[in-house]
């Protein structure tokens, strides 16, 4: 299966207005044709309708949008995570993270995604954690903690604010996580952010081994001069 993750920067129009940036995305997805998308900072409108409806309404192949806010505004707008799947998801929980720095307030929270992709159960696991080197550690805990004791994930994907060599990605791989850029393409940089001129790597794709899912191939998407974001997209193939 294919599996892709994109940070959408809510309506920020540095890259392009939203009307803009949303063709170009519905372009490189229908290119692309992942059978799961996992979406950050999604905007929901006052209408009610959120980004990630836009963007399926417009992608057949993936009819099924899942958004969950981080936090409701009294006017009726939100932003949150989301997923765009080929097949209806069989559950989608999420919970909170800490979000206490003075520096970085804003609500995240990550998304459990069930899926039956090709006969198999597959869980997804749709980070978004801060961009501050403490609350981003905190975030990956409570994140492992949430997931211990249940049915262990296969995948996590997401803006995790956090280059390779920091204290919270190395957790994730203490904890037996495989990042799927650095397993299948360690000699290259895979930067990110931002993405007019990437510099950094933020956004993961991770497996985890035990349960026999495996990255053979993965890709960084909206690197073409078509900027979809302020971030550049991932994704990959998945052996189940």
Known sequence: MKLMTLNLNLLADKHGSWEVRRERIIATISEIAPDIVALQ???????????????ASCL????????????????????????LSRLPPEAVDSFQLTAEHPDDRTPRLV???RFRV??????IVNCHFSWIADQALQNVEETLARLDGTTPAHLMAGDMNSTPDTVAMR???????RDAWHQLRSEEPGW??????????IDYIWTNPSLGARANRVE????????LSDHLGLYADIEL
Do not use: H, M, Y
Request: hydrophobic share 35%; aromatic share 6%; no cysteine.
């Open 60 to 83: 057949p192949e993936l009819p099924f949008p899942a958004f969950i806010p981080g936090a409701n505004r009294p006017d009726g707008t939100a932003d949150g995570s989301a997923f």
């Open 192 to 201: 990110t952010f931002e993405s007019d001129r990437p510099a950094i790597r």
């Open 41 to 55: 900072a999604v905007r929901r409108l006052s209408s009610g309708q959120d980004q990630a409806q836009e963007l």
């Open 118 to 123: 090709a006969k198999s159960r597959l869980i």
């Open 111 to 113: 998304l459990v995604g």
């Open 220 to 227: 960084t998407v909206g690197d073409s001069g078509s900027r």
């Open 171 to 177: 957790r994730l791989a203490q904890a037996g996580w």
